[in-house]
């Protein structure tokens, strides 16, 4: 179990302490193997087949609509309209730009409309989107922050990472390009300051729960693209 005495001992050895940092150290090794995930490289390098790329943003999308409703628990116990604004913007982006990449990927790739309206998801995809519902529904704010934290942080850590080859499919670099952007990097630098802000007025229980949320989130990460992995 994940305590404040645990971030105050490891604090007190910084020299400019955050929160979120001690987050992710903590999360290791999960967040490297994440982030380093040979997959994005297979991706970026042009050598991943166009089925595998699909097959990937099939159990991909299926995080969306749990995603979605998690954004709008965020909203709804956000203690300022500043936040809901910030937050609201994202929802329109994900249900606007990034919901077009998916439906123009399985158009491209020839996704069966079976497969898009009632997809196989791999066990690891399920269990995701039993954390992120549940967190919507159980989590407070901080909680919900935090799982936002992980999703986004890491998708914008390793797509900054990667190194694109030439010729890339136009949606694969599309798919990038939607993680690896100023106003991408701004609202992940939001998150992550609202986090550290937000985690000082917890009580021990609450900043327990908010933390282990970051943990299994990431978790779940891992889990989810070692399952996506072509053999």
């Known amino acids: ?134 967190t919507g529904s159980a989590g407070g704010y901080a909680e919900i922050l935090a799982a936002l934290v992980v999703t986004e942080w890491v998708y914008l850590e390793w797509a900054l990472r990667i190194t694109r080859a030439e010729g890339l499919h136009p949606l694969v670099g599309e798919w990038i390009d939607l993680h690896d952007n100023p106003a991408f990097q701004d609202f992940v630098a939001w998150l992550r300051q609202r986090l550290d802000e937000e985690a000082e007025g917890l009580d021990d229980a609450a900043f327990t729960r908010m933390a282990e949320c970051f943990r299994e989130t990431i978790a779940r990460e891992r889990a989810f693209h070692d399952a996506v992995m072509p053999r």
């Open 1 to 134: 179990m994940t305590t404040r005495a645990d971030w105050t001992a490891w604090a007190a050895q910084q020299d400019a302490p955050r929160l979120t940092d001690w987050l992710r150290e903590i999360s290791e090794p999960d967040w490297s193997a994440t982030v380093n995930h040979p997959l994005f490289d297979a991706m970026a390098e042009g050598r991943l087949a166009g089925t595998d790329f699909a097959a990937y943003m099939v159990q991909d999308y299926g995080f969306v609509d749990p995603f979605t409703a998690l954004i709008g628990f965020a909203i709804g116990r956000a203690p300022s309209m500043a936040d809901r604004v910030v937050l609201g913007q994202f929802m329109g982006m994900l249900t606007s730009d990034e919901n077009s990449t998916f439906q123009r990927t399985f158009e491209a790739f020839a996704v069966p409309a079976a497969q898009r309206q009632a997809p196989h998801y791999l066990p690891e995809t399920r269990a995701f989107q039993v954390l992120l519902r549940e």
